[in-house]
Nanobody
Framework: VQLQASGGGLVQAGGSLRLSCAAS????????MGWYRQAPGNKRELVASITTGGSTNYADSVKGRFSLSRYNAEKTVYLQMNSLKPEDTATYYC??????????????WGQGTQVTVSS
């Protein structure tokens, strides 16, 4: 499974960015999709996740500012980030669970995309 992430960049505080992540290379079912982030010196943390049915889960720090959606037909997940703050600065990693035909869940990570928010 390959995950192609895009959309990071440099933005001023209060601005917006949209991250996207497309999964390819598998015929198995794409299960949960989401984004994690890791700032220098910090542990990787969940930003948001979404189930196949569209149920979402957000970190408290991004609730009300970030919105996660997915387009199942294209195996793509989108993270709309609004009202960005300097503390949102991190490398953002796409995360996808793949359900195999024999019931196993395999986890895959994207290559990471940098988001930098200037004050």
């Amino acid at each position: 499974v390959q995950l192609q992430a895009s959309g990071g960049g440099l933005v001023q505080a209060g601005g917006s960015l949209r991250l996207s992540c497309a999964a390819s290379g598998t015929t198995f079912t794409i299960d949960d999709m989401g984004w994690y982030r890791q700032a220098p010196g910090n542990k990787r943390e969940l930003v948001a996740s979404i189930t196949t049915g569209g149920s979402t889960n957000y970190a408290d720090s991004v609730k009300g500012r970030f919105s996660l959606s997915r387009y199942n037909a294209e195996k793509t997940v989108y993270l709309q980030m609004n009202s960005l703050k300097p503390e949102d600065t991190a490398t953002y990693y796409c995360n996808v669970d793949v359900r195999t035909d024999w019931g196993n869940i395999e986890e895959y990570w994207g290559q990471g995309t940098q988001v930098t928010v200037s004050s």
